[in-house]
């Protein structure tokens, strides 16, 4: 992929007009310590901070997950951007023209070719649907349908609804006048090869049109609506460069400047659910794309929100579906409360029938906890007018009781069972602190120490005990980098005595992009370093050395010190590698081998001590 030539200027220009701190300050709380700031992560769940800001730097670094980079790194990651996409905002915020152009005199594209004119068609088949549905006999039924539905205008134009006739290649006869590949468009979802492969035909035909953004507000795909006895009901686009549905939240980028007030947002079932509670004041909603929540839908849940609100169609399905998702939304650190709505009933039902201020006040202002929520699910699967259904409820309940690390919270829902099936709260809270001890046992030992950090994807990254020590090599070719990042002077010096040749793959690279960031005329900048790096695991690296702690001494003498280790890592695994062969042929008998592998051995351990 290639993108437009943006200057180094512009890029330079946009660091330095965007603090780090305040810029990361919109999206976390950061408090300061020492010289650093400090704060929760954004990119994962964690209880105590780990994600660090250095001012004097202008870059950040997480200590659990590893991101790190500077202030144009975390916003292309924090809103899901390109590097030139995330330029492009970051210049436009500051006042910078954004008049940068690409090499063939065009205007800079944060797209390749063939992304770009997917989005041009997709935005004009938006406003093709559209015009369909407002201005022709065709759409008169689907717009009578909307308007049943308790859709006005203004949310139709707001959400650009659109109609495709229930014709053969309306849309297909529409692109390909304006010039638009139909092999291209077919890739892109919005057309069908005919099977006899003389052509192509519109994807969709006889179906109201909701258009699909991505979370940055660019066209992507269409779910359809059949207002016919047709199947499928709903029909998605499939996909494509553009459209991932495991990755797509509908209304995103609508919801964006709400959820980032509040640090909350709405999680329905469907995007007429999304519309109908927008026109009830629910600015922060958003809709999975008829799939199931997935875990990339929960991690972009996280970047932008706090707390999600579960407001899923009240039948059975719709609570299954609820209940299947509370693990999922709290594994990634995320507060998780439910809207209960009448059995039977789901958002847009209610709305239509209560009105949206009642929509407001009894459903989505009054949610319940998780742990009330599990006990009503739970209720329901038993029959509490049998003593044997009261008994086994009793139980489930006192289970979902225990997982509460709060005693308060514990006794408060205990209290209400022994009140309700009038049972002794002695023996509730005895069965309640035994299935507590039994679930402590099999929690990770992290888990049961406040002070450290939970994340389910760093799982594996945590140890128990002290931390690992680094062998002496890797020590100090760390702490070489960090002040070679710092000080041209010793850059140059390292460079003379011994190049790149550093034990560490990562440090290798590190040290030889340095060298050459260093001849291009630059000055020491650890946040202009990062960027011209144009590798995330190199970024992650440098940036974490760079986080070192600086006060250590560093003189001459160090420096001969630091290099001397690294110089003799060769020869210590050499004279490894020579005494296992040495030991080989001492086994097959061969002494005349042995012997002469000995001696090698002696002149290499000479060399060491010189």
């Given amino acids: 992929m290639t993108y437009g030539k943006i200057p180094e200027d512009v890029i330079d220009a946009v ?63 924090m809103e899901g951007y390109s590097f030139p996409e995330a330029v492009k905002i970051l210049a436009e915020e500051s006042g910078i023209p954004v008049t940068w152009a690409s090499q063939d005199g065009g205007n800079a594209s944060a797209q390749d070719p063939n992304r770009q004119k997917l989005i041009e068609a997709h935005e004009l088949a938006f406003k093709f649907y559209h015009y369909l549905l407002n201005n022709t006999k065709q759409g008169d039924g689907a717009k ?43 890739k892109g979802g919005l057309l069908s090869a005919k099977n006899d492969g003389s052509g192509y035909v519109d994807r969709f035909r006889g179906r109201i049109m909701f258009p699909l953004w991505d979370g940055n507000g660019k066209p992507s795909a269409f779910g359809g609506r059949i207002i016919t006895d ?34 909350g947002i709405v999680l329905f079932e469907g995007y ?21 929540l997935t875990e990339e839908h929960c991690s972009i849940l996280k970047r932008h929100a706090e707390e999600v609100l579960l407001c899923y169609d009240g039948d059975d399905a719709g609570q299954a579906a609820a ?8 594994a990634v650190g995320l507060k998780v409360l439910i809207a209960m709505l009448p059995k039977g009933k789901d958002p847009d039902d209610y709305i239509s029938e209560n009105g949206p201020d ?10 319940v906890s998780v742990t009330k929520f599990k006990l009503i699910y739970s209720r329901k699967n038993h029959i509490l007018l049998k003593e044997e259904g009261r008994k086994n409820y009793l139980m489930e309940a006192v289970e979902i009781v225990a997982e509460l690390d709060s005693s308060t919270e514990r006794e408060v829902y205990l209290k209400e069972l022994s009140r309700e099936f009038d049972i002794s709260l002695d023996s509730l809270k005895q069965d309640c602190h035994g299935i507590r001890a039994e679930l402590l046992k099999k929690r990770p030992r992290g888990d049961n120490n406040d002070n450290s950090w939970n994340n389910g994807r760093n799982e594996k990254r945590r140890t128990s005990g002290a931390p690992k020590l680094l062998p002496a090599y890797t020590y100090a070719e760390r702490r070489l980098l960090h002040v070679m990042m710092r000080d041209q002077d010793v850059a140059l010096a390292v460079h003379h005595r011994i190049g790149d040749s550093f034990n560490v793959e990562d440090h290798a690279a590190l040290a030889a992009y340095l060298y050459a960031y260093y001849a291009g005329g630059y000055e020491p900048d650890a946040a202009r370093f990062i ?20 006060d250590i001494p560093f003189d001459e003498t160090i420096m001969d010190a630091f290099i001397g280790t690294i110089q003799k890592v060769p020869l210590l695994r050499d004279i490894e590698h020579k005494r296992e062969e040495m030991v080989r042929a001492e086994r097959a008998g061969d002494a005349l081998l042995a012997a002469q592998l000995g001696l090698e051995i002696i002149t290499l351990e000479r060399q060491l001590k010189s």
Avoid at 149 to 177: K, N
Avoid at 238 to 261: D, G, I, Q, W
């Fill in 15 to 77: 660091r330095k007009r965007h603090d780090i701190v305040e810029t990361v300050g919109k999206y976390v709380h950061l408090t300061k310590q020492g010289k650093y700031m400090k704060g929760l992560c954004p990119f994962h769940s964690e209880k105590t901070p780990s994600f660090t800001v250095t001012p004097e730097l202008q870059i950040f670094h997480c200590y659990g997950c590893g991101k790190s980079g500077n202030v144009i790194r975390f916003v292309e990651e």
């Fill in 144 to 186: 009578k349908y909307l308007r049943e539905r308790g859709l006005s205008d203004r949310l139709i134009d707001h959400f650009m609804i659109g109609y495709a006739p229930d014709e053969w290649d309306v849309l297909a006869r529409f692109l390909t006048s304006r010039g638009f590949d139909p092999v291209l468009m077919e």
């Fill in 230 to 263: 047709g199947q499928p009901k709903y029909l998605n686009s499939p996909e494509t460069m553009l459209f991932t549905k495991s990755r797509t939240l509908y209304n995103l980028h609508f919801a964006k400047p709400t959820v980032r007030k509040n640090k």
């Fill in 272 to 292: 007429m659910d999304v519309i109908k509670s927008w026109s009830a004041g629910v600015l922060n909603g958003v809709a999975t794309m008829g799939t199931a």
């Fill in 323 to 330: 209940f299947k998702s509370i693990p999922m939304l709290q």
């Fill in 358 to 367: 009642a929509f407001l006040r009894d459903i989505i202002d009054e949610p």
């Fill in 531 to 550: 960027e011209s790096l144009h590798d995330v695991r190199l970024e992650e690296t440098a940036s974490s050395i760079l986080m070192m702690d600086g």
